[in-house]
């Protein structure tokens, strides 16, 4: 953090990735790193909230119980307004993946805590899992079929060559927008925090007010951010899912 | 010219694509409002799509904002 040691730190600093215990497969380096632990910390404290809120089924939820029913709710509703009852088979891991980077994206933004999200190789691993899914799905639902994705309905024909080319080009490069944005936006809000963090510190105090209150501001927003960002990114692998199992409804 | 000012200004100007997202997601909350002030019980439904529209305005800016940042640090 820019706090200690004015002026010393980076901006970027907070994104460094640490060891904590080294470990070594086969030549690979897999160490178990602050991201790690930030994750595993993050997974378990959702699978102890998860338990724990849902531990009594009351008919008339406690506060804690309508929490996880909310939460439940609103991603079982995503599902079925995009892919429709038949996704429904999908809703664990939809509400799994929503779950894990809501959580993440909260986490990165207590001070001093590491932001997982931050990192595009993360984001990265899970945009393309989405992929790599919805994919699957696509080809072992439809077979050669889904092939005409590609292919728009209604388009003239000698439209195609360039319908095709533009139609692949944007699926083949959909886990970098998938993952991108997320990483960006949650990297760019932490840097800008960071950034005026600094001003805080370095200005004499008559110039610590403003970035102070900025500061707290933008926490603010970077709170909404981080939801919204788990928010979109749930929302387009419902869409993606849906190109696969529906293809264009 | 020194090639870390090159660097520098490279990464810069990477940033302009980011005026082309500002410009897109204020037109997508726009007109969603307008709509939305016209029509306020067809409101609700579209939020999701608003939502969609403004991810995807944002991702070509955030494109130009990676190259900056690969640019930098790559």
């Known amino acids: 953090m820019a706090v200690e040691g004015a002026g010393h730190h980076g901006p970027m600093e907070q994104f460094e990735i640490t060891k904590i215990v080294d470990l070594d497969l086969f030549g690979h380096d897999i160490s178990f790193t602050n991201s790690s632990l930030m994750m595993v910390v993050a997974l378990g404290l959702i699978v102890v909230f998860m338990i724990f809120a849902m531990r009594r089924r009351l008919l008339v939820p406690s506060r804690i119980q309508s929490v996880a029913e909310l939460s439940y709710e609103f991603i079982a509703g995503m599902v079925k307004q995009n892919i429709g009852p038949e996704g429904m088979k999908f809703f664990p891991w939809v509400f799994t993946i929503f779950v894990f980077i809501l959580v993440l994206n909260i986490f990165g933004l207590i001070p001093g805590n590491f932001a997982v999200t931050s990192h595009i190789i993360v984001t990265f691993a899970l945009a393309i899992m989405v992929w790599l899914v919805a994919t699957f799905v696509g080809f072992w639902k439809h077979g050669a079929g889904y092939l005409k994705l590609f292919a728009p309905e209604g388009v003239p024909i000698w439209l195609m060559p360039i319908i095709i080319p533009i139609e692949l080009t944007s699926y083949l490069i959909r886990p970098i927008s998938h993952s991108v944005r997320l990483f960006a936006n949650i990297m760019a809000g932490h840097t800008m925090l960071e950034v005026f963090a600094g001003f805080a510190v370095l200005l004499p105090w008559w110039g610590k007010i403003a970035p102070t209150g900025f500061m707290v501001a933008f926490t603010g927003l970077e709170l909404l951010v981080a939801f919204l960002q788990a928010f979109i990114f749930t929302v387009l692998t419902c869409i993606y899912l849906n190109d696969a199992v529906n293809m264009h409804h | ?74």
């Not at chain 2, 940033?15 to 997202?21: D, E, K, P, R, V």
């Not at chain 2, 204020?26 to 709509?35: K, Q, R, V």
């Not at chain 2, 799509?49 to 930098?72: C, H, K, V, W």
């Open chain 2, 1 to 74: 010219m020194d090639p870390q000012a090159a660097k520098f200004i490279g990464a810069g100007l990477a940033c302009f694509a980011l005026i082309g997202a500002g410009i897109g997601i204020g037109n997508i909350f726009g007109s969603y409002l307008a709509g939305a002030l016209r029509n306020p019980s067809a409101a609700p439904s579209q939020f999701t799509n608003l939502l969609i529209g403004f991810a995807l305005a944002e991702a070509t800016g955030l494109f130009g904002l990676l190259i900056a940042l690969i640019i930098l640090y790559g």
